[in-house]
DNA sequence: ATGGCGAGGTTCCCTCGA
């Protein structure tokens, strides 16, 4: 099974390039992140045609998560626990039947937190003490589970081409990175780094300031398996030449494929 | 040394992103 994360900038503006890149890479389920579309304007016809099921968690004009799947959805919970005022859709958790039992996926788009020192960034690291906490419980299920999506954070040196830019960025803040670093220690194999210690493996590269063509990317998608989705981890790769495309978005997808 | 883009809504400028 081919699970996927992408956070593609705007599902209406990005539906061509979602279309093309659905049938050439035919994963069986997308994290989608930055949907920028309330619920009835996403496109879902056409993602349909293809044989996906949809379910989104949007929002006006920012923000909004997606799940698209070939399987059947067996239970879709939005928002992430522990805050009832945080009206921003970073968050939608499917569940779904396999033959290994139950199968977990959450599609998550991870406070930006610009500029340190401010509001944001505190918002950030409270989001990132609730996604901890509710990891640790659904941990403890022992499911195949796989947190994918944007965690705007640059887990180390080794993830960026030019880390000294990023010093004075929230993606790269000393408790961004421990924020990080205690979720995957709950227990979770991040798939990239799993498969390859090439520090030349990116998932963003800015429009701006010619960054995709200095290869001036970060790298800030990922998905974390639990240990029962590890044990079935066969391939992952980034797809970075979905950059290329026309109207490209600023990230590109992670594909993972495990054994189920 | 700096900025250089793009999406969407509050539309001819604004916020937001990273």
Redesign the pocket.
């Given at each position: 099974m081919k699970i996927a994360t992408w956070?593609i900038?705007?599902?209406?503006?990005r539906i061509g390039n979602l279309l093309t890149w659905l049938k050439e890479s035919a994963p069986d389920i997308v994290c989608l992140q930055?949907i920028?579309?309330v619920d009835d304007q996403f496109p879902r016809a056409e993602i349909e045609s293809l044989g996906y099921n949809v379910e989104t968690h949007g929002q006006?004009?920012?923000n909004g998560v997606a799940l698209l799947s070939k399987l059947k959805f067996d239970e879709v919970n939005c928002r992430l626990p522990g805050d009832s005022d945080d009206e921003q859709a970073r968050f939608i958790e499917g569940v779904f039947s396999t033959e290994k039992g139950a199968l977990r996926v959450v599609s998550l788009y991870l406070?930006?937190g610009?500029p340190i020192g401010g509001e944001?960034f505190a918002y950030k690291l409270r989001w990132m003490e609730r996604f901890e906490k509710w990891a640790k419980e659904r941990l403890a299920l022992e499911d195949p589970m796989v947190l994918a999506g944007?965690y705007?954070v640059i887990p180390e040196p080794t993830d960026a081409r030019f880390p000294e830019n990023w010093v004075n960025d929230a993606?790269f803040q000393p408790e961004s990175r421990r924020a990080f670093r205690q979720i995957v220690n709950l227990g979770f194999t991040e798939a990239t780094r799993a498969v390859t210690d090439s520090t030349d493996v990116f998932t963003?590269w800015?429009?701006?300031?010619?960054a995709w063509q200095k290869n001036n990317g970060?790298r800030?998608d990922f998905q974390l398996l639990s240990p029962e989705a590890a044990n079935l981890l066969v391939s992952s790769s980034v797809e970075k030449h979905v950059r290329t495309w026309e109207?490209p978005s600023?990230h590109v997808p992670v594909v993972t494929e495990l054994a189920i």
């Open positions: 956070n900038n705007g599902v209406k503006a930055e920028k579309s006006k004009g920012f406070p930006n610009n944001r944007d705007n993606l963003f800015d429009y701006q300031a010619g970060i800030i109207k600023d």
